[in-house]
């Protein structure tokens, strides 16, 4: 099915997130959480809730918005993601999620849509917001809209002011998938094969949040929050196993510049990523 320009402005129906504790522990393992961060990873301490497990809630609904676009979902691939938070995650909660097609754009060779959610709890009191932007290899050239410029966030040439480095489990995409992306391409050797990767890849959300725990760790004394929004380009795919440097320049108070490299390869698997933070 080609892609539908027209759903532009189109929303889904609420879409209903009931969670507890167990799967926020579940996510915190999911994207590497290790014994030092038991707040994380304890009901006895709430627990507390990374920030980016707001991109779990708004999952579901970004998949029924994609529906109404259509495309070949062969083709596709996560572009970038933003999350931007309203108030702190609660551990457990009943949410509620619109979508809404945002965009969509001509890029020649390749089409880009933009879904946008937004979650609120049991109250209807904005929780957080995100954006997917997915982008469609060899479905552009349709004579559509171009996208909008937009303010790349670039390092500054000086060395970072935090490194943080980290080896992904081999089990790290099987368990990530437990919270809600069950794709086999993370899963099953002959279908990453089959999609020319060699083998399993590492989701690029599960890369996302590994870069969100990055941030917390090294300039949020570990107190998730303090992070407001985060935002990320995928540039490249990482293997489970894998090692991943992130690196962060502040440019000013409260605005962090990050980069994210896979060791191994020497090769940048996030870009164009900035994290806000409460100052």
Known sequence: MPINPKVVGRSTEPLTFEYGWRDTVLYALGIGARADELDYLY???GP??????A????FQANILAMADIGGNLVTLVHGG?????ARPIPPAGKLRTVATVAGIYDLVKMAQAIVTTRTTDDRGELLFETDFSIIYRGEGGFGGERPPETTK????QREPDFRHEETTAETQALLYRLSGDINPLHADPAIGRMAGFGRPILHGLCTYGHVGR???KSLCGGDGNKLR???AQFRKPVFPGETLVTEGWTIEPGKVVL???VKERNEQVITGSLAELVV
């Open 214 to 216: 990055a941030v917390v």
């Open 229 to 231: 929004s985060l935002s």
């Open 55 to 58: 991109v779990i809630p708004a």
């Open 81 to 85: 993601q933003t999350i931007r938070l």
């Open 259 to 261: 980069r994210c490299t």
């Open 153 to 156: 966030a670039s390092p500054p």
């Open 48 to 53: 507390k809730v990374f920030p980016t497990f």
């Open 43 to 45: 009901e006895g301490r």
